[in-house]
Nanobody, 120 residues
Framework: VQLQASGGGLVQAGDSLRLSCATSGRTFSTYGMGWFRQAPGKEREFLASINRHYSTYYSDSVKGRFTISRDNGKNSVYLQMNSLKPEDTAVYYC???????????????WGKGTQVTVSS
């Protein structure tokens, strides 16, 4: 399984950004998918996940601002990020759980990240 995140960039505080993650594999619809981020000097942080049944789960830090979604026809998962803050600056990663769950610690494949920088 290969994953490629895209859509990062430099934005201003209050702006929105949509990240995409294209995934290989014939059975994408059975995967659970998640988004994580890692800021410089900090540990990787779970943000949001979605399981094979479209149930979603969010960390408290982004609930209400970020929305995860998936398009099985395009083998892709998305992260819509609104009201961005400078503290959202990080490298954002997508991940897959081939077991279909959305538990943050169940991801077994990871993509390369995409940088998001939010200026104040």
């Amino acid at each position: 399984v290969q994953l490629q995140a895209s859509g990062g960039g430099l934005v201003q505080a209050g702006d929105s950004l949509r990240l995409s993650c294209a995934t290989s594999g014939r059975t994408f619809s059975t995967y659970g998918m998640g988004w994580f981020r890692q800021a410089p000097g900090k540990e990787r942080e779970f943000l949001a996940s979605i399981n094979r049944h479209y149930s979603t789960y969010y960390s408290d830090s982004v609930k209400g601002r970020f929305t995860i979604s998936r398009d099985n026809g395009k083998n892709s998962v998305y992260l819509q990020m609104n009201s961005l803050k400078p503290e959202d600056t990080a490298v954002y990663y997508c991940a897959a759980d081939t077991g279909g769950s959305y538990a943050p610690n169940g991801m077994d494949y990871w993509g390369k990240g995409t940088q998001v920088t939010v200026s104040s």
